[in-house]
């Protein structure tokens, strides 16, 4: 890159568009590669819900992807089961609100020319895209693939089929790959923040970024550890996770033994649960900008948003046996984990009613992106309310594995993280295109997905206090408890297929607006932020800006009395 | 397009972007190296029939004794190596890197006799869950130290040309890969009483 | 980082020298300890506590953290503390199990 400085040269197509350096190609790449992902894990899902409404029916139309009967066997339902869980948190929702927006956007909304070491960036996300295709060998190896769930816990990951293993070196790759991202981000931020943009001048979504940077930083490592454990468990013949005497088919186990399956819950979980933050903080950040934007107010309470953030990050290493009350931890320390649980959840509810607060008063543009980012607040809202009683022990221990724990993380992650996402992606589309989204298509694909979205996951809570187990493959039919609630099976499949429909018209407008949508200005929501203000859209290759950008304010100055815009944009002295 | 502070520091954070870059990336080693210590120490808690107290019995304290030395003697000729660079001594330079790149071969050859001697008395992997975390933990010190010898090489060899062109880069590169390869070092010297002496 | 004049250089040389021997001592020091005829609880905080200094030393001067910039100074620190968590983990998996 020395030697020619301020200068610009076109490069060659492979350069420029494939083995890119720039933040920005390199975080559509993360985007396009992440909804492929998406939609791709929620097929399996879709496939799924066909075995869970009509229990050894033959499906239609995709029933020769399971033989010849038509009929999907358990060890293929565990199969999609735990991919779709692994594709949709490490191949879709993570490399879509990091890698890509992150990418795209922490760099332009500090006022850098590119993320501090781009090369680095490109490697992390080759690195992504092998992790994901050695993810979809996995389908092809003798056994299918990994079939252990998205959490692999030993013994039974220990002793499963091939795909397991490739299971591990897929997530290896893409552990390293996030590690080279979190890196990058972070040094961006500490380093490349524009002249007079001080910590308290940040927008939300790069402190959000910031933090989650951290936390991917400092929680994936232990996954991988865990990870190296479980490949020697599964290649050199060691025990870490498998204790003496282990009866297996009735057979006992030629192992070495003295492990112990508990010490990968533990692991596995010290990552986990910060990954849930992992989730949810990117998405949060995303809905406070187009908060702040749409209610032409400054976001209420930034500070305490910020600070609630970073305790929240802080918290997330410290609660992560909340997922194991069931496994035999004593009162003490069952207590202990309870306590935290309960005080981490303080910071997500500053943050969610400094965002009602926000709505108060403003006069708010209902654009798609907004409805999106409306429709997050009450959808994270009923998430994370009904993960109270999960945190208490005594109330988890009858809730445990049942379907109202799928219902509870769904509500955080699908109608609450998915949606910021997509309110994302019509908030930015004009930014990173240059081509306004349609908004018919957009309503449409807003309302629809509400609804269905509401239609999987609320009867969930139903069946899941009636106690009917999440593991169950012919959904509950052969369960004794299930039988009052399984009439919402055939509610709940519904409802995913017709949400499968719902993302048709989006699909669409992302392709017809690219082609022959509305042309957008520089700054097309009138924002105050770097990226709206001085960058055009799309913003220049390699430099993004045309001057480097001075900061001499906060992020969020609209309404501001005297002013003839009605905001003043960050960058103006 | 040149991105800012790549080689000369920024006012008010006081680094050049690779020195947080290598930091942080050694803060994220500092937990992967902490889960598996951890894992040790789970192991060990869980160890009722004592494989580990007998486990380490069989290694060979004098090869790792010496072994450590060696380590630390590669330390304090690659921070010497970082030393010369600093007052512009190519010459001095290229001996230290290059005594360091040489201990780190001693380094793996002793390692790979304690290994083959293991392997040669029936000693694998699966032999017992002391062994597993022996050959684990060292296992991937080894990958740790194989990395940085080939990166040491790159900086002694092809990198070195940089010296002539972007001297002050040049020398930030090799702070960060020394301050990578003390860490090894500094693993090192919490796996040699952990495996080797308890 | 210790200062970028030629004589604070030739100055920080002999304290990198001072170190390889203290560091060289050391490792004598805590392979002679695990001689002694210690129980297993003090022999294991000997030997941590022999392998902490050591730490302490490469890291301080070695990687110059004694006078590193806070910035990186507060990510270690926070990386520290976590790391304490993890090691905390096995004490969990322990100490207070239901029926026990």
């Given at each position: 890159m020395s030697g020619h400085t301020d200068t610009y040269h076109e490069e060659p197509f492979w350069r420029k568009y494939i083995f890119s350096i720039d933040h920005k190609v390199i975080g559509i790449q993360y985007g396009i590669t992440a909804l492929v992902f998406l939609l791709f894990g929620f097929t399996l899902m879709m496939l799924m819900r066909w075995q869970l409404a009509y229990p050894e029916q033959p499906m239609p139309w995709f029933g020769w992807l399971f033989g010849e009967e038509g009929v999907m066997l358990?060890?293929?339902?565990?199969?999609?089961?735990?991919?779709?869980?692994?594709?949709?948190?490490?191949?879709?929702?993570?490399?879509?609100?990091?890698?890509?927006?992150?990418?795209?956007?922490?760099?332009?909304?500090?006022?850098?020319?590119?993320?501090?070491?781009?090369?680095?960036?490109?490697?992390?996300?080759?690195?992504?895209?092998?992790?994901?295709?050695?993810?979809?060998?996995?389908?092809?190896?003798?056994?299918?693939?990994?079939?252990?769930?998205?959490?692999?816990?030993?013994?039974?990951?220990?002793?499963?089929?091939?795909?397991?293993?490739?299971?591990?070196?897929?997530?290896?790759?893409?552990?390293?790959?996030?590690?080279?991202?979190?890196?990058?981000?972070?040094?961006?931020?500490?380093?490349?923040?524009?002249?007079?943009?001080?910590?308290?001048?940040?927008?939300?979504?790069?402190?959000?970024?910031?933090?989650?940077?951290?936390?991917?930083?400092?929680?994936?490592?232990?996954?991988?550890?865990?990870?190296?454990?479980?490949?020697?468990?599964?290649?050199?013949?060691?025990?870490?996770?498998?204790?003496?005497?282990?009866?297996?088919?009735?057979?006992?186990?030629?192992?070495?033994?003295?492990?112990?399956?508990?010490?990968?819950?533990?692991?596995?979980?010290?990552?986990?649960?910060?990954?849930?933050?992992?989730?949810?903080?990117?998405?949060?950040?995303?809905?406070?900008?187009?908060?702040?934007?749409?209610?032409?107010?400054?976001?209420?309470?930034?500070?305490?948003?910020?600070?609630?953030?970073?305790?929240?990050?802080?918290?997330?290493?410290?609660?992560?046996?909340?997922?194991?009350?069931?496994?035999?931890?004593?009162?003490?320390?069952?207590?202990?984990?309870?306590?935290?649980?309960?005080?981490?959840?303080?910071?997500?509810?500053?943050?969610?009613?400094?965002?009602?607060?926000?709505?108060?008063?403003?006069?708010?543009?209902?654009?798609?992106?907004?409805?999106?980012?409306?429709?997050?607040?009450?959808?994270?809202?009923?998430?994370?309310?009904?993960?109270?009683?999960?945190?208490?022990?005594?109330?988890?221990?009858?809730?445990?594995?049942?379907?109202?724990?799928?219902?509870?993380?769904?509500?955080?992650?699908?109608?609450?993280?998915?949606?910021?996402?997509?309110?994302?992606?019509?908030?930015?589309?004009?930014?990173?295109?240059?081509?306004?989204?349609?908004?018919?298509?957009?309503?449409?694909?807003?309302?629809?997905?509400?609804?269905?979205?509401?239609?999987?996951?609320?009867?969930?809570?139903?069946?899941?206090?009636?106690?009917?187990?999440?593991?169950?493959?012919?959904?509950?039919?052969?369960?004794?408890?299930?039988?009052?609630?399984?009439?919402?099976?055939?509610?709940?499949?519904?409802?995913?297929?017709?949400?499968?429909?719902?993302?048709?018209?989006?699909?669409?407008?992302?392709?017809?607006?690219?082609?022959?949508?509305?042309?957008?200005?520089?700054?097309?929501?009138?924002?105050?932020?770097?990226?709206?203000?001085?960058?055009?859209?799309?913003?220049?290759?390699?430099?993004?800006?045309?001057?480097?950008?001075?900061?001499?304010?906060?992020?969020?100055?609209?309404?501001?009395?005297?002013?003839?815009?009605?905001?003043?944009?960050?960058?103006?002295? | 397009m040149e991105i800012p502070y790549n080689v000369e520091e920024r006012q008010d954070t006081g680094m050049y972007n690779a020195k947080l870059g290598i930091w942080l990336f050694l803060a994220s080693e500092v937990m992967l190296f902490g889960g598996l210590f951890s894992a040790y120490v789970f192991l060990r808690m869980g160890d009722i029939t004592g494989t580990f107290a007998s486990g380490s019995q069989e290694l060979n304290v004098p090869l790792a004794t010496f072994n450590t030395l060696v380590l630390i003697t590669s330390s304090v000729t690659m921070i010497m190596s970082w030393v010369s660079l600093k007052l512009g001594d190519m010459k001095k330079f290229k001996m230290h890197l290059g005594s360091t790149l040489l201990l780190a071969g001693v380094f793996l050859v002793v390692k790979y006799f304690e290994y083959s001697a293991k392997f040669h008395h029936g000693i694998y992997p699966d032999t017992s869950t002391f062994f597993s975390i022996y050959f684990t933990l060292t296992g991937l010190h080894m990958i740790h130290i194989l990395g940085g010898m080939v990166v040491i090489f790159y900086f002694l060899v092809p990198g070195s040309k940089m010296m002539k062109t972007e001297p002050e880069r040049f020398t930030n590169r090799i702070e960060t890969v020394g301050l990578y390869w003390h860490f090894v070092d500094l693993v090192w010297i919490f796996l040699f009483p952990v495996l080797y002496l308890l | 980082m210790s200062g970028h004049s030629v004589e604070d250089i030739k100055k920080s040389v002999k304290v990198y020298i001072g170190v390889f021997a203290s560091l060289a001592v050391l490792t004598v020091v805590t392979v002679a300890a695990s001689y002694l005829d210690l129980g297993s609880g003090e022999a294991f905080f000997l030997a941590m506590i022999i392998a902490s200094v050591k730490g302490t030393l490469v890291a301080g001067y070695f990687m110059h953290l004694f006078t590193e910039r806070t910035t990186i100074l507060a990510v270690l620190g926070l990386t520290f503390f976590f790391l304490l968590t993890i090691m905390f983990l096995p004490y969990i998996a322990f100490t207070d199990q239901a029926g026990v």
């Open positions: 358990p060890e293929v339902y565990n199969s999609l089961g735990a991919m779709h869980g692994t594709i949709m948190i490490f191949l879709g929702v993570v490399p879509l609100a990091v890698g890509a927006f992150g990418n795209y956007f922490v760099p332009l909304q500090i006022g850098a020319p590119d993320m501090a070491f781009p090369k680095l960036n490109m490697s992390s996300y080759w690195c992504y895209l092998a992790g994901g295709i050695v993810m979809m060998v996995g389908f092809f190896v003798p056994g299918g693939a990994a079939n252990s769930g998205w959490t692999s816990y030993p013994p039974l990951s220990d002793i499963a089929t091939t795909g397991q293993t490739v299971w591990l070196f897929g997530m290896v790759l893409l552990i390293t790959s996030s590690l080279l991202g979190s890196v990058n981000t972070i040094t961006t931020i500490v380093q490349l923040r524009a002249k007079g943009l001080t910590w308290m001048r940040l927008p939300f979504f790069v402190w959000t970024q910031f933090i989650t940077g951290f936390l991917l930083l400092l929680a994936f490592p232990p996954l991988e550890a865990a990870g190296v454990l479980q490949l020697m468990d599964r290649l050199a013949g060691t025990s870490f996770f498998l204790p003496s005497g282990l009866v297996v088919s009735g057979e006992l186990l030629d192992v070495s033994g003295g492990g112990s399956p508990l010490l990968w819950q533990h692991l596995f979980w010290f990552l986990a649960h910060p990954e849930v933050y992992v989730l949810i903080l990117p998405a949060m950040g995303i809905v406070g900008e187009i908060l702040a934007n749409n209610t032409r107010k400054p976001l209420w309470g930034y500070k305490s948003i910020v600070y609630a953030s970073s305790f929240l990050g802080f918290m997330s290493f410290v609660v992560w046996a909340h997922h194991m009350f069931m496994t035999g931890m004593g009162s003490t320390i069952s207590a202990f984990f309870q306590t935290t649980t309960m005080i981490i959840s303080i910071p997500s509810v500053v943050i969610l009613t400094a965002m009602f607060i926000s709505l108060w008063g403003g006069s708010i543009r209902y654009n798609t992106a907004m409805l999106f980012a409306l429709g997050f607040l009450p959808m994270f809202g009923i998430g994370g309310l009904t993960g109270l009683p999960l945190g208490i022990a005594a109330s988890d221990i009858h809730l445990h594995d049942t379907y109202y724990v799928i219902g509870h993380f769904h509500y955080v992650v699908a109608p609450g993280t998915i949606f910021a996402l997509f309110a994302g992606i019509y908030y930015w589309f004009p930014k990173m295109t240059g081509k306004v989204l349609n908004e018919r298509l957009g309503k449409i694909h807003f309302w629809t997905s509400m609804i269905f979205i509401n239609g999987i996951f609320m009867p969930m809570f139903i069946q899941g206090l009636a106690g009917v187990s999440r593991r169950l493959w012919d959904g509950g039919i052969s369960y004794a408890h299930a039988t009052d609630t399984f009439y919402l099976n055939e509610m709940m499949s519904t409802s995913a297929w017709l949400l499968g429909l719902a993302q048709i018209p989006f699909i669409i407008n992302l392709i017809m607006s690219l082609k022959s949508g509305e042309k957008a200005n520089d700054n097309h929501w009138e924002a105050t932020t770097l990226e709206w203000t001085d960058a055009p859209s799309p913003p220049l290759p390699h430099r993004n800006f045309e001057i480097i950008p001075e900061v001499h304010r906060g992020p969020y100055e609209y309404s501001v009395p005297g002013s003839d815009k009605g905001f003043i944009p960050q960058s103006e002295a | - | -």
